[in-house]
């Protein structure tokens, strides 16, 4: 647990991994078994991202996310306002390149 801590406090202090991109991409979460679509409408290279909706979780329920160009990817959430679930996706090596290159593509590199 420190050591992921840790690790969310490196990257939100690195300009590249926090900026944050909107996307506006439908994804589809699955959580407690049941699945939904959703916009993802912002994420950042550090795995923090926004739905557009509340998914009736709690914070720290974990779900898995389908999203187009990276697979499916697991994930919790960190926070829920109103109108949106605020999460944090568990990036491997190869989700986080596969989300660099679909942030880069779209982007530029940055």
Do not use: Q
């Not at 969310?8 to 996307?23: L, N, Q």
């Not at 916009?39 to 999203?67: C, K, P, Q, Y």
């Not at 919790?76 to 989700?95: K, M, N, P, Q, Y």
Request: charged share 35%; with cysteine; aromatic share 4%.
């Amino acid at each position: 647990m420190r050591e992921r801590l840790e690790e969310i406090m490196r990257d939100a202090s690195d300009p590249r991994m926090s900026k944050r991109y909107t996307i506006d991409t439908l994804v589809t979460v699955t959580i407690d078994g049941k699945s939904k679509d959703c916009l993802m409408n912002d994420i950042a290279r550090s795995g923090a991202a926004i739905l557009d909706r509340e998914l009736g979780a709690n914070n720290g329920n974990e779900f898995e996310v389908e999203i187009p160009r990276m697979g499916s990817v697991k994930g919790r959430v960190v926070a829920l306002t109103e109108g949106s679930t605020h999460i944090r996706l568990d990036l491997d090596d190869d989700t986080f390149e596969a989300l660099d290159k679909m942030i880069t593509d779209r982007f530029g590199a940055i």
